[in-house]
């Protein structure tokens, strides 16, 4: 079992940046794959970017490449996501989650552990 906690959300202006973390819980954390995701009000849930169990693979959406950086600390259990430019339709509620499995997934439904969310609101 793993559990989740996102942290670092916040309100910042358009161009701003914020730093995510994801902490988890449970010896086998260095084994799983973790994503981002994140929902905004009325829509669906989305990925965001996700990283491989050793932190040496990431994958990113189109619509943050080049401003969000995954990475990941296992000594700590701990995933983060560093989000630079941030633009007002980056605004929603940001989710990390975990994957049994080797490889991660860009479908939210691949993923058994997931965290309560963060808040992240950008103003224009």
């Known amino acids: 079992q793993v559990q989740l906690v996102e942290s670092g959300g916040g309100l910042v202006q358009t161009g701003g940046s914020l730093r995510l973390s994801c902490a988890a819980s449970?010896?086998?954390?260095?084994?799983?794959?973790v994503g981002w995701f994140r929902q905004a009000p009325g829509k669906e849930r989305e990925f965001v970017s996700a990283i491989s169990a050793g932190g040496l693979s990431t994958l990113q959406a189109d619509s943050v490449r080049g401003r969000f950086t995954i990475s990941r600390d296992n000594a700590k259990s701990t995933v983060y996501l560093q989000m630079n430019s941030l633009k007002p339709e980056d605004t929603a509620v940001y989710y990390c989650?975990?994957?049994?499995?080797?490889?991660?997934?860009?479908?939210?439904?691949?993923?058994?552990?997931w965290g309560q969310g963060t808040q992240v609101t950008v103003s224009s």
């Open positions: 989650a975990a994957r049994r499995g080797t490889f991660y997934d860009r479908d939210p439904n691949g993923y058994n552990y």
């Open positions: 449970g010896r086998t954390f260095s084994s799983y794959p």
